[in-house]
């Protein structure tokens, strides 16, 4: 199980209005990653993975923010740093 990790990296290839494609095709919502991040209680979440019929991206972002807000894009060419944490 995820718990309290600091970056998780979750395919969200729809938005929530198109569940029933990602139930059919194995894939999640953006909706749905954000849930896994906030109830894993993860630092940041990165989401990617996107269907090609979405042109503005922004849309699932929005919707991830709205249940988790530290939620970015992973674009293609896009650095990310980590903070590590002290683990006592």
Do not use: C
């Amino acid at each position: 199980m995820l718990e309290e990790i600091d970056l998780l990296y979750h395919e969200a290839t729809f938005t929530d209005d198109k569940v029933e494609n990602a139930i059919k095709t194995k894939h999640s919502t953006a909706k749905q990653a954000a849930m896994i991040a906030k109830e894993a209680k993860v630092e940041k979440l990165l989401i990617g993975h996107f269907s090609s019929r979405y042109h503005d991206l922004n849309v699932l972002l929005q919707e991830a923010r709205t249940v988790f807000f530290n939620t970015q894009l992973a674009l293609e060419g896009t650095t990310f740093s980590i903070e590590l944490r002290r683990v006592s």
